[in-house]
């Protein structure tokens, strides 16, 4: 496991409130595969929503996605597939790979059936999960996953959204994530998503039927990858410090001047990405200066796989040091990445006035935000200013949409997915976002 920080700072004078410096923190954690280990084997649930809504192409091609993703595993991982409607059947109970010589078949007989019973479903897996430990050998850093592909609302079982997502946190404590996959545009994001971050996992978005092998094969090659679990990374605040904008999107909690972000497992194939901005108010400014000591810390810490096997405990710390003078100093690397992260913030709120029936601020907010991309000092940057460009051309055709009320929930999904992507690290993902046949 890796870290890398950069850091830049330029002081501000706001018409209302105490001047002072910020200084934004762009820090980019990264892992390994550890060479001569023996891969530790996974458990994985797939937890499938068979309901009518689901009745087509949208059944056939989740069943071939599963049937892809289990074909992927090792003869010890242990799997388990379990389908939902108003009912949950247990299509294949867990157990070894070697063992399941029927689970295509099985797969394949899935048919739609009534209602979304998501919380029936997902317990159920839940409850395989807790089962598959058994299963797995000594072998320490093991993963156990429910995936949840559901293209609806909860509307049987338990359907308050706060008891499901509470339930994801209780089995996270348990060692058992949760990724979801939404499918078309009936299903709730929020809720999803919230159980994701909640679980551990990821969150993803299936806009047509033929992307969904895609997608799975992409979870699949996570897990497969792992290089660390439990990844935190904790912020501690000097003393009149305080959090300016917090731009990655990863759950967090504070304690006083204290902020702790989970971010879940660390893949090999998938750097994970913290940035923030910290504001030091202008009476603070010579006293921490001549101090010569850091405004704030960041302490990184995982369960690493290590080679050779096992897993060890580490955790590095890294100073946020600055030299807090009134001139500006502005790191390429970091603008550009707070750039991105204000457009994918920009994105999801401009979804969110939408399905509220804010058009014209959706609209403002892509029309303000192309200005800021377009206005900025990486605009002829040798290395920036192409992405950049291109990011400011997407959003100028999203405000003329909104201004022409061309806009649907299907692009509301899309857009919220993107902006994930883009905030937790996961651009690399949009290719699967693709947008037409």
Do not use: C
Request: glycine fraction near 8%; aromatic fraction near 4%.
């Amino acid at each position: 496991m890796d870290a890398v920080l950069l850091v830049d700072h330029q002081p501000i004078a706001p018409p209302a409130g105490p001047a002072g410096v910020v200084v934004r923190a762009l820090l980019t954690i990264s892992g390994t595969v550890p060479v001569h280990r023996q891969r530790t084997p996974l458990a994985i649930s797939l937890v499938l929503d068979r309901s009518g809504s689901m009745d087509g192409d949208r059944l056939e091609a989740a069943k071939a996605a599963s049937i892809s993703a289990v074909e992927r595993l090792h003869p010890d991982d242990v799997v388990s597939v379990i389908a939902f409607d108003g009912q949950v059947d247990v299509v294949a109970p867990p157990a070894p790979r070697a063992r399941q010589v029927q689970l295509v078949q099985q797969v394949s007989d899935i048919d739609s059936g009534g209602s979304t019973n998501l919380s029936g479903g997902w317990l159920r897996g839940r409850q395989h999960m807790e089962r598959a430990l058994g299963m797995l050998g000594s072998l320490e850093g093991s993963s156990r996953r429910i995936v949840l592909l559901t293209d609806g609302h909860a509307n049987a079982g338990i359907t308050d959204p706060s008891t499901l997502v509470e339930l994801a946190r209780t089995a996270r404590a348990m060692g058992i994530t949760t990724t979801t996959i939404g499918v078309g545009e009936g299903y709730d994001d929020d809720l999803l998503r919230s159980m994701a971050d909640a679980g551990g996992g990821n969150s993803w978005y299936v806009e047509r039927p033929d992307q969904a092998q895609d997608v799975l094969a992409e979870e699949m090659g996570n897990l497969l990858s792992v290089s660390a679990q439990g990844l935190s990374v904790t912020l501690t605040l000097e003393d009149s410090v305080a959090v300016f904008a917090t731009h990655s999107s990863w759950p967090a909690t504070s304690v006083a001047n204290t902020f702790t972000f989970d971010l879940g497992d660390l893949y090999a194939s998938e750097p994970k990405p913290v940035l923030v901005e910290l504001f030091v108010p202008v009476d603070r400014l010579e006293a921490l200066a001549g101090s010569g000591a850091p405004i704030a810390t960041l302490v990184v810490s995982a369960d690493v796989l290590i080679d050779g096997g096992g897993v060890e405990r580490r955790a590095m710390t890294l100073g946020v040091a600055a030299s807090l003078e009134t001139q500006s100093t502005l790191v390429p690397a970091v603008e550009h990445a707070v750039l991105l992260a204000r457009a994918a913030k920009a994105r999801e709120e401009a979804a969110r006035r939408q399905r509220e029936g804010d058009a014209l601020g959706a609209e403002d907010e892509m029309r303000m935000m192309v200005n800021s991309l377009s206005s900025s000092a990486l605009a002829e940057h040798p290395e920036f200013a192409d992405d950049l460009q291109a990011q400011a051309q997407d959003l100028q055709g999203l405000a003329e949409r909104y201004e022409s009320r061309a806009f649907s929930e299907v692009e509301a999904k899309y857009q919220m997915q993107r902006s994930y992507n883009a905030r937790r690290g996961k651009k690399q993902n949009d290719h699967l976002l693709r947008r037409e046949p």
